[in-house]
């Protein structure tokens, strides 16, 4: 067993590597700051504060797969955001109308950069640079009358600061929150169990009872952990449940329909994807379109989280991002890359600013490690692909 669970390790080292990374990251910062790091208020904060660019590093990772990359996302999350403000509170729309149409919008926007990129044939970095420079004038456009928009709608403010009611508690910890917890456990078992029972039915190669049993022992411990801490407090907040959600749509869409492949296909090789009958352009519309409506939700959860529209929302939203998928296993070289690493990658981010502020690190210090921890992440996968080549 232990010679199956070395070799499993070094097979899949680039996804194992960001969930072993970010134990040791929240076992320091744990030990370094007392145990303040891993407390109920402390990683509930965290989560919450990680949600909008989560939510992008989604869409990011979908955009790099295909070899492309989009440097508008930020400020076009901040300007849509700003809509939504200015719909709700000066043409009196309510929230429940405001959303949906944001998030056509943001459809409508991330389709346009795709038809520059896939039919007009313009660079993705130019495009998107282009992109980033008219959102950030059009967020000054519509904010600079009245500088930040305050958003009093409680239920659109709720989005970002809310959590679920409560229906009682269980010594001090929320009851709802609790049977969420449970839910996802099974969900996990279910789905683990019905994959491998795919897979031995196609007559593919999976791991020994033993080394299955401890992946899904150890997977359910943590979510039990996570929902412990998080029950202690406040339980889940709605932005963590838009984020869980995110995250499930595009890990079933990635690996389990037809889309899915076609996105891995082209990102591998797009010219033997064309070949084989993919329609090239019609994949890249739809990443982008993906990626602008992700990017409308960001900004949502962003101006909601704040209670309000400020002329420097979505400021470096865009490197946030690609830095996520990329400490999520993302390969620079396209066709590679999970959305749950993307995720991962975010909160190894968020965690490592979280730690470093609980310690009193400078801001200076923050941007140096930061970008370390990037480039060391890139490293690794350029590292990892010359091994395998």
Do not use: C
Request: hydrophobic content about 55%.
């Amino acid at each position: 067993m232990f010679n199956e669970a070395k070799s499993l390790l070094k097979v899949n080292i680039r996804e194992y590597g960001m969930y072993i990374a970010l134990f040791v990251i929240m076992l320091t910062f744990s030990i370094m700051t007392d145990g303040l790091f891993m407390s109920s208020r402390n990683i509930s904060n965290l989560l919450d504060a990680t949600g909008y660019t989560a939510v992008l590093a989604v869409g990011m990772t979908l955009v790099i797969i295909i070899r492309h990359i989009d440097l508008s996302v930020g400020f076009a999350a901040g300007f849509m955001g700003a809509i939504a403000a200015i719909l709700m509170t000066q043409a009196g729309m309510p929230f429940y109308v405001t959303i949906p149409v944001i998030l056509v919008l943001g459809v409508v926007i991330g389709m346009f950069n795709g038809v520059l990129v896939a039919s007009v044939g313009i660079p993705s970095f130019v495009a998107s640079l282009a992109g980033m420079l008219i959102f950030r004038g059009a967020l000054l456009q519509v904010t600079e009358k009245t500088g930040t928009i305050n958003v009093d709608d409680s239920h659109f403010n709720a989005i970002g600061n809310g959590y679920l009611p409560e229906l009682a508690e269980v010594s001090g910890l929320k009851l709802l929150s609790l049977i969420l917890g449970v839910v996802v456990i099974l969900l996990y078992i279910y789905f683990e169990f019905a994959k491998r029972r795919n897979k031995q039915r196609y007559q593919f190669e999976v791991v020994s009872k033993s080394i299955f049993a401890i992946k899904l022992v150890f997977v359910s411990a943590i979510i039990a952990y996570i929902t412990w801490i998080l029950a202690g407090y406040n339980g889940f907040s709605w932005t963590v449940i838009i984020m869980l959600a995110v995250v499930v749509i595009y890990h079933f869409l990635m690996n389990n329909t037809v889309l899915g492949r076609h996105i891995y296909a082209v990102g591998s090789n797009p010219e033997a994807a064309h070949l084989s009958g993919i329609n090239v352009k019609k994949i890249t519309y739809i990443v982008f379109g993906s990626m602008g409506m992700l990017t409308a939700l960001s900004g949502i959860l962003y101006t909601a989280r704040l209670q309000s529209a400020t002329t420097t929302a979505g400021t470096l939203f865009e490197l946030d991002a690609i830095a996520a998928a990329y400490v999520g296993g993302v390969s620079a070289a396209g066709g590679v890359g999970k959305v749950t690493g993307s995720i991962i990658g975010a909160i190894v981010m968020a965690s490592l600013s979280s730690g470093m502020n609980l310690l009193g690190v400078g801001i200076s210090y923050q941007y140096m490690i930061r970008g370390g921890v990037l480039a060391a992440a890139v490293i690794f996968d350029v590292m990892t692909r010359k091994k395998r080549g």
